[in-house]
């Protein structure tokens, strides 16, 4: 397992955007691939987004499809969820998750972040 800290959460106003980070703490290639998850106040969480290892493979919910994007830098051992168009259905605590492959389940991962909250209100 490995190490996980997201940031950049906040409070934005609809249509705005936000990049969230997940720190790795260090780099390994068997949880090479990286998620991000969310859970809505009062929800289960969900899916979001998922990348290999290479970032050559992504996949996408099909609620932020076109508005989010996933990328890497291994050489920071650091993974990013830029975020556009925020919506207020987008309010959530987002987590990053490690694991082999690049799923759409929380199965497939079996390191997780503490979270970062992301509010998105006028």
């Known amino acids: 397992q490995v190490q996980l800290a997201e940031s950049g959460g906040g409070l934005v106003q609809p249509g705005g955007s936000l990049r969230l980070s997940c720190a790795a703490s260090?780099?390994?290639?068997?949880?090479?691939?990286r998620a991000w998850f969310r859970q809505p106040p009062g929800r289960e969480r969900e899916f979001v987004a998922a990348?290999?290892?290479?970032?050559?493979?992504?996949n996408y919910a099909d609620s932020v499809k076109g508005r989010f994007t996933i990328s890497r830098d291994n050489s920071k051992n650091t993974v990013y969820l830029q975020m556009n168009s925020l919506k207020p259905e987008d309010t959530a605590v987002y987590y990053c998750?490690?694991?082999?492959?690049?799923?759409?389940?929380?199965?497939?991962?079996?390191?997780w972040g503490q979270g970062t909250q992301v509010t998105v209100s006028s």
């Open positions: 998750a490690a694991g082999v492959r690049a799923r759409d389940y929380e199965g497939a991962f079996d390191s």
């Open positions: 260090r780099s390994t290639l068997s949880s090479g691939a």
């Open positions: 990348i290999s290892w290479s970032g050559s493979s992504t």
